[in-house]
């Protein structure tokens, strides 16, 4: 699995787009990227996964340069319910279908 | 459509005592099944995964075991509670891979006095 690294936190304001980089030297030729959202008292919830240049869904842009070794999610416009922690989860999970957290980003949304 | 549910909720427990968090997943097949917990304020740690009926591969915990008796139903148990298994369980499940999405449940909050 691929070591994943993210900044601790972060703070925001409502109408700003927030860019959370998350970077994965050792990615592998297989290895997809994923983003998960986790409010309090709840479970992550997908949010965006890409493998390379750019993804975009209705809620969040992935943003993946050439080298892959880094990826930054995009959230245009936060608002205060964009409050959450925010994990990258980079890798092939391999034989046995582990899968590991990080820390993750606990993006503060203010008004 | 698929759907995850675990339970209890909520638990309060006095230390020593066992545990029982059931997860029944459906509208699926053969799911990859896994424990977290989270303890106030930290990251989420994989306790327990399975990739199918009878198989579990443990993480972390030594009081804690985990079955998976049918292919939809993953349970966590301990037979003596520590204080330091107080924390929000997780279960959650996928279709396996390296893009299957993780879908968890409402999650089972456990305090142990």
């Known amino acids: 699995l691929a070591k994943t690294t993210q900044p601790i936190s972060m703070d925001s304001y409502e109408g700003q787009e927030v860019n959370i980089t998350c970077s994965h030297n050792?990615?592998?030729?297989?290895?997809?990227i994923t983003w998960y959202q986790q409010f309090p008292s709840q479970g992550p919830r997908f949010i965006i996964q890409?493998?390379?240049t750019k993804v975009t869904n209705e809620v969040a842009s992935l943003f993946i340069p050439a080298d892959r070794k880094s990826s930054t999610l995009s959230l245009p416009r936060v608002s205060l319910s964009d409050t959450a922690v925010y994990y990258c989860?980079?890798?092939?999970?391999?034989?046995?279908?582990?899968?590991?957290f990080g820390k993750g980003t606990r993006l503060h949304i203010l008004p | 459509s698929q759907t995850i549910h675990q339970w209890p909720a909520t638990l309060v427990q006095p230390v020593g005592s066992p545990l029982s968090l059931e997860c029944t997943v459906e509208?699926?097949?053969?799911?990859?099944l896994y424990w977290y917990r989270q303890a106030a304020g930290r990251g989420l740690q994989l306790l327990f995964y399975?990739?199918?009926?009878?198989?579990i591969s443990s993480e972390v915990p030594q009081n804690l075991s985990a079955s998976r008796p049918q292919d939809r139903q993953f349970i966590l148990s301990s037979k003596k509670l520590l204080l330091s298994d107080s924390g929000f369980y997780l279960c959650?499940?996928?279709?396996?891979?390296?893009?299957?999405?993780?879908?968890f449940g409402e999650g089972s909050r456990l305090t142990v006095l």
């Open positions: 050792n990615i592998a030729t297989n290895d997809y």
């Open positions: 959650a499940w996928s279709t396996g891979g390296n893009t299957g999405e993780l879908f």
């Open positions: 399975s990739v199918g009926i009878g198989q």
């Open positions: 890409g493998y390379k």
């Open positions: 989860l980079v890798g092939l999970r391999g034989r046995d279908d582990k899968i590991i």
């Open positions: 509208g699926t097949s053969n799911p990859n």
